[in-house]
Nanobody, 116 residues
Framework: QVQLVESGGGLVQAGGSLRLSCAASGRTFRINAMGWFRQAPGKEREIVATHAYYADSVKGRFTISRDNAGNTVYLQMNKLKPEDTAVYYC???????????????WGQGTQVTVSS
């Protein structure tokens, strides 16, 4: 199995920055790609970023990166807006990163709250 643990969420004012981290452990050799998703209250979970994709709502503000070992992925979030408020989830997949329904390993989520 693969375990994912997120950290770095919190409360920030609009215009501020946060950096989320996600550490993978276990059978990490199974992982082909990692990405970030989020779910706001009353809304469906949505993709935020993979190494080859950014949601339109975060382009130019968020950056996904991965450490050299490939077991930790980061999401640098700048110029945060109140509409970015959500629970952010790290996810991993054995498949093509564009196949969003194929992300099978999930972290527990970390809350990001942006105040206006």
């Amino acid at each position: 199995q693969v375990q994912l643990v997120e950290s770095g969420g919190g409360l920030v004012q609009a215009g501020g920055s946060l950096r989320l981290s996600c550490a993978a452990s276990g059978r990490t050799f199974r992982i082909n790609a990692m990405g970030w998703f989020r779910q706001a209250p009353g809304k469906e979970r949505e993709i935020v970023a993979t190494h080859a994709y950014y949601a339109d709502s975060v382009k130019g503000r968020f950056t996904i990166s991965r450490d050299n070992a490939g077991n930790t992925v980061y999401l640098q979030m700048n110029k945060l807006k109140p509409e970015d408020t959500a629970v952010y989830y790290c996810a991993a997949t054995r498949y093509d990163p564009s196949l969003w329904m194929k992300y099978e390993y999930w972290g527990q989520g970390t809350q990001v709250t942006v105040s206006s």
